[in-house]
């Protein structure tokens, strides 16, 4: 069993920078690829950004290339989403997620999610 539980939301203006964080307890975390998505109101699930197990690569959604970063720390059982440039269309509840599986922009196939954080961005 892996609970996630993510930080760092808020209100932004149009513009702004928000580092959003997620603490994993989980034995081995460094064995679980970590994910982040977002949901507006009104929309489904989509996926912003992956960070692999084991050599850590990444990868984005096209919505997010060039703005968010995706970082982890295996010592410390986090994974950080570095968001900069925000735009209105960035509101959402930000999720992070765990899987062990191989399929990593597909949000059902990840195993553990957390409970989310509000991003607000004003223009």
């Known amino acids: 069993q892996v609970e996630l539980v993510e930080s760092g939301g808020g209100l932004v203006q149009a513009g702004g920078s928000l580092r959003l964080s997620c603490a994993a307890s989980?034995?081995?975390?460094?064995?679980?690829?970590m994910g982040w998505f977002r949901q507006a109101p009104g929309k489904e699930r989509e996926f912003v950004a992956f960070i692999t197990r084991t050599i850590g690569r990444t990868y984005y959604a096209d919505s997010g290339k060039g703005r968010f970063t995706i970082s982890r720390d295996n010592a410390k059982n986090t994974v950080n989403l570095h968001m900069n440039s925000l735009k209105p269309e960035d509101t959402a509840v930000y999720y992070c997620a765990a899987t062990r599986g191989y399929s990593y922009t597909d949000g059902g196939k990840y195993d553990y999610w957390g409970q989310g954080t509000q991003v607000t961005v004003s223009s």
């Open positions: 989980a034995r081995a975390f460094s064995s679980y690829t």
